[in-house]
C-alpha cells in the first residue's frame, strides 16, 4: 500500500453535497423553501406521514430478516426471537426456493438452505410455522420469482390451521421489475411475470384484504449501486408500471392502490434518507393522481418498510457496523417507516449469530422506547433543511422518473438492459470513490489500523446437515403423497396459464395442498412462457 | 497497468443473483485494457468451463456472495480439467470470509478478492498472476 492511499491520510473536510450528489448550500433561509408549510401528517399529499398521529397510536414494526438452513432450524430462531419481543417475523429463502429449483436439482444442490430457509412444499411449511399461530402474527417473505406460489403456500398453511384467510397479515415483495435490475432471482420473461404478480394482487385484494400483496423495492438496486435519487425515481417508477398493468387487467384502483407498500434502503446520509421518505410519499401521492386520476385519501399513502445495513456496512472493524446501522434507523423513524428491518453488524458477510442478531433488535428497541422519537409526529416537520433537501429530492426524482419515460417506459428499459447497465455504472464510481479516499469509510479506507482484522469473534454455521435432510425430507414427500392428485393439479396450472385471463392463484394453492413441489410448479409455467434472456450489456 | 492482450471470463456461477461485483470488476478490467466476456447469472460449472474454453481465455474470475464458495469453485475446477483445460487460472471474488481465503487459494484459485480491496491492488494482482 502506498504512502498516498487513503489510510494514510486524513480525510478532507466533507464536500457539501449529498451522497446523491445535490449541492447542500451553508444556510437554508425560510424563502428558499416551496413548501414552507409541510402540511398535516395524514392527509395528502402526506409530506409528514401517513397517520395523523404518527407512532403515537402504533410504534413501527420491528422485522428482523432471518432464515436459514431446514425449516426445523429457521422455526427454533422465529420461536427465539417472538419471545424476545419482535413483533413480525421475515422470512429470508434459499436460492434454490427464490429461484424455482427443487432440493435436488443439479443447479440447486450447493445453495440449500445457505442465504435462507429452503421451502419447497407445503410439508417444509407447516414445519415452519408450526407452533406459531398464523391469524396472529404478520409475515413478511423476500420472495420474487415464486412470491405467488409462496403466498399460495401461506395461504395453505393458514388453511390447514384452521385459519380463516381474511385473518392474514403480512407481505410478500412479489416486485419482479427490480429483480431483472439489480437482485436478478427472476424466471420468467417480463411480461408473464407482470402478468402472475396482477393475478396475486388481485386475488390477494379479495381474499385476504389485509395482505400487503406486493412490496415495491428500491432496496436492492440502490444497493447494487443506485443513489437515493435513483432509488426513489426507479422504485417508483416501477410502481407506476404496476398500476398500469393492475387498470389494464380491470382492477379496481382505489383498492388496490391501497394494499401496494414499498420498501427502500437506508444508507449512510442521514439526512438525505429521512427526506426522501418525506419526497417519497408527496411524490407517490401526486403521480397517483396526475396520472391515474387516483385521489382516495387511503389509496394515496405511500406505506414502507426499510431495511438498514447492507452495502454500508464494512467488514473493517465490524463492530463499527453496530453504529451505522443505529443511525440508519434513526434516519428510517425519523422518516416516517412502517417498519424497520436492522442489520445485524455481521449480516452483509454471514448469517448472524443469535448474539449480533439480539444487538440488532435491541438497536430498534432503544429507538422505539428510550430515545423519544416515537413521542410526536415528523418531529424534524419545519426544519429549513428537512423541508429545503425534501424539495430538491422531490425535483431530482421527477426528473428520473421522466428519462425512464423518456426512454420508452421502465419494461424497455429493462429489457434492453439500459437501466442494469446504468446501475453497473453507478457501481463503478462508488467503488472508484472509495478506492480514491472521496468518500470516506471509517475503518475501511481511513482511520485503519496497523494490527486490525476482519474478525467477527463467534461465526454462526449453518448446520452442515442441514442440505443433505432437506433433500431426504423432499425424497420422503415425494414417495408419500398422492401422485395422481399432483398431477390433476398441475395439469391444471398449466391449462389455466395458457389463457391471459385467468386468476392462477386457486390453481397454485391447490398445488400446494397437493404437496405439489415449488420446482414443479415453476416447470409447469416455464412451459407454457419460457424463461428471461438476460440481455448482457457492460 | 495493463492487462491488453488478456482475455478474461467473468462468470456467475451457482444461483447468487448479486452481479454488481462482477459487473464493476469487468469494467475495471476493461478499462485496464482486458478483452472481457461476462456471462450473466445463474450459469452452471460446466457452462462456465466450456465458455471459458471457447473463447480461449486467460482466466476465469469467479463471483458469489453466496456462501456456496468451495463446492462452486472445485465444481469449476473440476470441469475445466474435464475439458483439459486445467491450466486456464481462477480468481474468486465476492463475499468470502476470512477462513476460507486459505482454503480457497489452497484448492488452486490463484487469486481472493473481496468488495473492500482497492481496484487497483486487484488488478495488479490478477496482471501478476498472469506474467
Known amino acids: ?86 413483533t413480525g417475523l421475515s422470512v429470508a429463502l434459499d436460492l434454490p426456493t427464490q429461484c424455482g429449483y427443487d432440493p435436488i436439482d443439479p443447479m440447486a444442490r450447493s445453495e440449500v438452505g445457505k442465504v435462507g430457509v429452503s421451502l419447497s412444499n407445503l410439508a417444509e411449511a407447516e414445519i415452519l410455522f408450526d407452533g406459531i399461530d398464523l391469524g396472529g402474527i404478520s409475515t413478511s417473505f423476500t420472495i420474487n420469482g ?25 407481505t410478500i415483495q412479489n416486485d419482479i421489475l427490480k429483480e431483472y435490475v439489480a437482485r436478478g432471482t427472476w424466471i420468467f420473461p417480463v411480461r408473464p411475470s407482470l402478468r402472475l404478480i396482477s393475478d396475486t394482487i388481485l386475488f390477494s385484494n379479495r381474499e385476504t384484504p389485509r395482505f400487503n400483496p406486493i412490496s415495491i423495492a428500491g432496496a436492492h438496486v440502490r444497493d447494487a449501486g443506485a443513489t437515493a435519487v435513483e432509488e426513489l425515481g426507479y422504485t417508483l417508477a416501477n410502481g407506476l408500471a404496476y398500476v398500469e398493468e393492475l387498470i389494464r387487467r380491470g382492477g379496481d384502483a382505489t383498492r388496490f392502490a391501497n394494499r401496494l407498500s414499498f420498501f427502500f434502503y437506508v444508507h449512510m446520509d442521514f439526512f438525505e434518507e429521512i427526506c426522501k421518505f418525506r419526497a417519497a410519499r408527496r411524490l407517490w401521492a401526486s403521480l397517483l393522481e396526475e396520472r391515474f386520476d387516483i385521489t382516495d385519501p387511503k389509496a394515496q399513502r405511500l ?64 429507538l422505539a422506547y428510550e430515545s423519544g422519537i416515537s413521542k410526536t409526529v415528523d418531529p424534524l416537520g419545519g426544519s429549513y433543511y428537512v423541508e429545503w433537501l425534501t424539495d430538491r429530492m422531490e425535483e431530482e426524482t421527477r426528473r428520473v422518473i421522466e428519462e425512464i419515460d423518456d426512454y420508452g417506459g421502465v419494461v424497455k428499459a429493462i429489457e434492453d438492459g439500459y437501466l442494469q447497465a446504468r446501475i453497473a455504472e453507478r457501481a463503478h464510481e462508488r467503488k472508484q470513490k472509495v478506492d480514491r479516499g472521496d468518500t470516506v469509510i471509517v475503518g475501511q479506507n481511513y482511520f485503519r489500523r496497523d494490527d486490525q482484522t476482519d474478525d467477527f469473534g463467534e461465526v454462526f454455521k449453518v448446520d452442515p446437515q442441514a442440505s443433505e435432510r432437506v433433500q431426504e425430507k423432499y425424497q420422503r ?42 420446482g414443479e410448479m415453476v416447470a409447469t409455467l416455464k412451459s407454457q412462457w419460457g424463461e428471461f434472456q438476460e440481455p448482457i450489456r457492460l | 497497468m495493463s492487462l491488453k492482450g488478456k482475455r478474461i471470463l467473468i462468470a456467475k456461477p451457482g444461483l447468487d443473483g448479486h452481479d454488481v461485483g462482477a459487473k464493476v470488476i469487468a469494467l475495471a478490467l476493461r478499462d485496464a485494457g482486458a478483452e472481457v466476456i461476462y456471462t450473466g447469472l445463474r450459469k452452471s460449472a ?46 474468486v471474488g465476492g463475499t468470502i470470509p476470512e477462513k476460507d481465503r486459505e482454503a480457497l487459494l489452497n484448492a488452486g484459485a490463484c487469486g481472493v478478492y473481496t468488495s473492500e480491496m482497492p481496484l487497483e491492488d486487484v488488478l495488479s494482482d490478477i496482471e501478476r498472476q498472469l506474467q
Open chain 2, 46 to 91: 460446466e457452462y462456465i468451463a466450456k465458455v471459458a474454453v471457447d473463447e480461449d481465455v486467460d482466466v476465469v474470475g469467479l463471483s458469489m456472495l453466496s456462501g456456496s464458495h468451495m463446492e462452486l469453485v472445485n465444481e469449476t475446477m473440476r470441469c475445466l480439467k474435464e475439458y483439459d483445460a486445467g491450466d486456464i487460472k481462477i480468481f
Open chain 1, 1 to 86: 500500500m502506498s504512502d498516498s492511499a487513503p489510510q494514510n491520510r486524513t480525510p478532507p473536510i466533507p464536500e457539501p453535497r449529498t451522497a446523491s450528489g445535490i449541492e447542500i448550500p451553508e444556510l437554508v433561509t425560510p424563502d428558499m423553501l416551496q413548501h414552507p408549510d409541510p402540511g398535516r401528517p395524514g392527509r395528502p399529499p402526506y409530506t409528514r406521514g401517513i397517520f395523523p398521529n404518527g407512532y403515537r397510536g402504533r410504534l413501527w414494526t420491528f422485522r428482523q430478516y432471518s432464515g436459514f438452513g431446514t425449516a426445523e432450524n429457521t422455526n427454533e430462531r422465529y420461536r427465539f426471537l417472538l419471545e424476545s419481543g419482535q
Open chain 1, 303 to 366: 406505506r414502507f418498510g426499510v431495511v438498514c445495513g447492507g452495502s454500508s456496512l464494512t467488514a473493517a472493524q465490524p463492530y463499527n457496523n453496530i453504529v451505522r446501522v443505529g443511525l440508519e434507523a434513526m434516519s428510517a423513524t425519523l422518516g416516517g417507516a412502517q417498519s424497520v428491518f436492522t442489520c445485524a453488524y455481521d449480516e452483509a458477510f454471514q448469517i448472524p449469530t443469535e448474539f449480533s442478531a439480539e444487538i440488532a433488535l435491541r438497536t430498534q428497541q432503544i
Open chain 1, 146 to 170: 415464486t412470491a405467488a406460489i409462496i403466498y399460495a403456500m401461506y395461504c395453505a398453511v393458514a388453511d390447514k390451521q384452521g385459519v380463516p384467510r381474511e385473518k392474514l397479515t403480512g
Open chain 1, 477 to 518: 414427500l415425494l414417495a408419500e403423497r398422492d401422485p395422481a392428485r399432483v398431477e390433476r393439479t398441475l395439469k391444471a396450472l398449466e391449462k389455466a396459464a395458457g389463457q391471459d385471463d385467468e386468476n392462477l392463484l386457486p390453481y397454485l394453492i391447490d398445488c400446494c395442498h397437493a404437496y405439489a413441489t415449488v
